[in-house]
């Protein structure tokens, strides 16, 4: 063997790949030429991808690998790197085969992992820019939220007025329509609206008593009686502000009739007794 030759180091052989690579990116790409036991393998070219093709030679029958790298474009003056491989049924220069199929291996899972890694990291940040974006969203809901106080769902609590039950009867009447005896409460504000002076009706402000005014002279019935007492006790047991609630709560209730029970429940009232007593 000739004397400059060295025993094959798989490290030095990358270090080239690599400054071949790094060279053709700084835009001054070298020539270089590979030859396995004294055949060109690789013809010279400047194409660092097809420096990987070399280990398609290296096996238990290679001796030598020569790669030579022109520094020079244009000039035949080349730097050699020669490596001797000894021939042994089980190695590779002391290396064992099946180490370097493990190595190679290893490469290969190391460049996949890292190809995973930069996929889930652009998964993530495309899940950051869907979240900033819902953010802008809830904010612009919430900016709108605080320019609208007053409101409740569907509802604006400013359109109440001060008194609940009667601006429930005069903005939202279906509310009531199917709620005994508060309905009653409901015709009856209904119609006082219509008896008063024009500029009363276009927004009301004061205090409600919940009583109806005097009406013609008509033989009462047990709804009515019951519209009036009812009218009476909100209007002797309730401040403006829980009137307001009052009303609040009657909306919510109408918009969802199933909790009902639940708040019944919480003012340790029997649905059953209540049905009994219907009964």
Do not use: C
């Amino acid at each position: 063997m000739i004397s400059d030759y060295k025993p094959y180091d798989a490290s030095e052989v990358e270090s080239i790949r690599v400054m071949l690579e790094a060279e053709a990116k700084e835009g001054r790409p070298l020539e270089y030429e590979i030859k396995v036991n004294g055949f060109t393998r690789v013809h010279k070219t400047t194409n660092v991808a097809r420096f990987e093709e070399l280990h398609n030679f290296l096996n238990e029958n290679t001796k030598e690998l020569v790669i030579s790298v022109y520094p020079n474009a244009g000039s035949n003056r080349k730097e050699w790197y020669k490596y001797q491989l000894n021939v042994a049924p089980e190695s590779l220069n002391g290396i064992d085969v099946e180490a370097k199929i493990s190595e190679r291996v290893k490469q290969f899972e190391e460049k996949m992992a890292m190809q995973r890694m930069e996929e889930k990291l652009a998964d993530t940040e495309k899940q950051l820019d869907q979240a900033e974006q819902y953010i802008d969203i809830l904010e612009e809901k919430l900016e709108l939220a605080k320019s609208k106080p007053n409101h409740l769902g569907n509802f604006d609590l400013g359109k109440l007025a001060s008194s609940t039950i009667e601006g429930i009867a005069l903005h939202y009447p279906k509310v009531l329509d199917k709620v005994p005896v508060l309905n009653g409460i409901a015709k009856v504000i209904q119609e006082e609206n219509q008896t008063r002076p024009a500029q009363l009706n276009n927004g009301f402000e004061g205090e409600v008593s919940f009583k109806p005014k005097s009406r013609p002279e008509v033989e009462p019935n047990e709804h009515d009686e019951a519209v009036q007492q009812l009218s009476d006790f909100i209007a002797e047991h309730f401040d403006q502000h829980q009137k307001l609630l009052l009303g609040a709560v009657i909306v919510a209730l109408g918009e969802n009739p199933s909790q009902l029970t639940t708040v019944a429940e919480l003012l340790n009232i029997d649905p059953n007794q209540l049905q009994t007593e219907e009964e």
